[in-house]
Structure formats: C-alpha cells, structure tokens
C-alpha cells in the first residue's frame, strides 16, 4: 500500500517490488502524498484492509 504521491516510495520502488514478486504482490494505491499509511500517517481503512488480508490467508492455511 503506498500514497499515489508519496516521495518517498516512489512508483519505481513499487515497480521493483512488483517486478521482483510478480502475482505474489498485492498493492493497493490511495490518494494522497502521505508516507506511512499504518504508522504516522495512519489511514484506518489502509489498516482494515492489511487486517482482512491476513485474516483471509490464516483461514486457507487452515
């Protein structure tokens, strides 16, 4: 998850990552040109949306 804007992750860091992990990378882009989007930034639905993720791959695991 990453701010559309944000300087410090850049869409070339994201395309490296992307790059790099191919289908096993899920992104989500938001608007805005924030930073951390779960620590000082915080942005609850960024959060709800890691806390979904994680809950829904533990259940398969099951």
Do not use: I, W
Request: include cysteine; aromatic fraction near 12%.
């Amino acid at each position: 998850m990453r701010y559309a804007d944000d300087k410090l992750t850049s869409e070339r860091h994201m395309g490296a990552l992307k790059n790099t992990f191919g289908d096993h990378l899920d992104t989500v882009e938001l608007d805005g040109n924030d930073h951390s989007l779960l620590t000082l930034d915080f942005h609850e639905p960024a959060f709800q949306c890691v806390q979904d993720y994680f809950r829904a791959r533990f259940a398969q695991a099951e």
